[in-house]
C-alpha cells in the first residue's frame, strides 16, 4: 500500500508563494504518475498538476505558468512550487500516485489547506 504525506499548506497573502510536499512511503521512480489535485467546499477534486515518471508534466490551465511540479526521486517527494498565489487557488490540496500508465492502483494523501487571505 503506498502511503502519501502532505505538507507545507498554510496561509498566504494574495500574491505569495508556497510550495507543497508530498513525501512517498516507497520510491517513487517505479511509480507512473504523481500529482495534485484540489477540492474546495460542495466541488469535486480537480487536478492541479501532474508529472510522469518519463518526464511529462500536465497542468491545469487555471495554474499553468505559476505553479510547478516536480518529482524528487532520491528524497521519493513530489512537490508543487506554487507562485502568485490568487484567493481562488484556496483548497484543500491533495497529493495522488497512480501506480502505473495502464491498470495499477491509485493511491490519495489526507490533503493539506492552503489558504490565500490577506
Known amino acids: 500500500q503506498v502511503q502519501l504525506v502532505e505538507s507545507g499548506g498554510g496561509l498566504v497573502q494574495p500574491g505569495g508563494s508556497l510550495r507543497l510536499s508530498c513525501t512517498v512511503s516507497?520510491?517513487?521512480?517505479?511509480?507512473?504518475?504523481l500529482g495534485w489535485y484540489r477540492q474546495t467546499p460542495g466541488n469535486q477534486r480537480d487536478m492541479v498538476a501532474e508529472?510522469?515518471?518519463?518526464?511529462?508534466?500536465f497542468y491545469a490551465d487555471s495554474v499553468r505558468g505559476r505553479f510547478i511540479i516536480s518529482r524528487d526521486d532520491t528524497e521519493d517527494t513530489v512537490y508543487l512550487s506554487m507562485n502568485t498565489l490568487t484567493v481562488d487557488d484556496t483548497a484543500i490540496y491533495y497529493c495522488r500516485a497512480k501506480t502505473s500508465r495502464l491498470g495499477g492502483s491509485v493511491h490519495w494523501g489526507q490533503g493539506t489547506q492552503v489558504t490565500v487571505s490577506s
Open positions: 508529472a510522469t515518471s518519463y518526464g511529462e508534466t
Open positions: 516507497e520510491s517513487i521512480g517505479g511509480i507512473y504518475l
